[in-house]
């Protein structure tokens, strides 16, 4: 199991994400082995949730390659194997990446992330 990817993913659900999905690109592309893709209700949730992924995984020892978009409706967080998008729902309509790499494996999500403890 990729323990970036699972980092982020329960990053992003923890922080009530949206129409959170994992796509395997490795073999399309150099770019990376998998996009992260998630959807935010409001900017602020854009920036609260790109904020999260850095930081846990930054507990984990792992720094961002490159960020792009803190002041945009789309936050890109590159981590060379891992390339996390957070979206407002506007932006992940208009870029349409899930559309766009649709020949990418879809990854189940719910391998990766851990079981709510909250009553």
């Known amino acids: ?4 990817l699972r980092i982020a993913l329960n990053a992003l659900n923890e922080k009530k994400a ?3 999905a994992a796509i395997r ?7 990376a082995d998998y996009f992260v893709l998630a959807t935010a209700t409001s900017n602020t949730h854009v920036k609260t949730l790109a904020d999260e ?3 846990k995984l930054s507990e984990a020892g792992v720094q961002p390659h490159h960020v792009e978009g803190r ?3 789309w936050i890109l967080i590159d981590y060379c194997d891992i390339v996390v998008h957070v979206f407002s729902r506007e932006a992940r309509q208009f870029y349409n990446l899930d559309k766009m790499w649709f ?3 879809a ?3 719910s391998k990766y992330l851990e079981s ?3 009553e």
């Not at 199991?1 to 970036?4: C, G, L, R, T, V």
């Not at 690109?25 to 770019?31: E, F, H, I, M």
């Open 1 to 4: 199991m990729n323990e970036k």
């Open 18 to 20: 949206m129409e959170l």
């Open 25 to 31: 690109v490795g073999d399309l592309t150099s770019v």
């Open 53 to 55: 992924v850095e930081f």
């Open 71 to 73: 002041a945009t409706g």
């Open 103 to 105: 020949d990418g494996e």
């Open 107 to 109: 990854v189940d999500i």
């Open 116 to 118: 709510s403890t909250e």
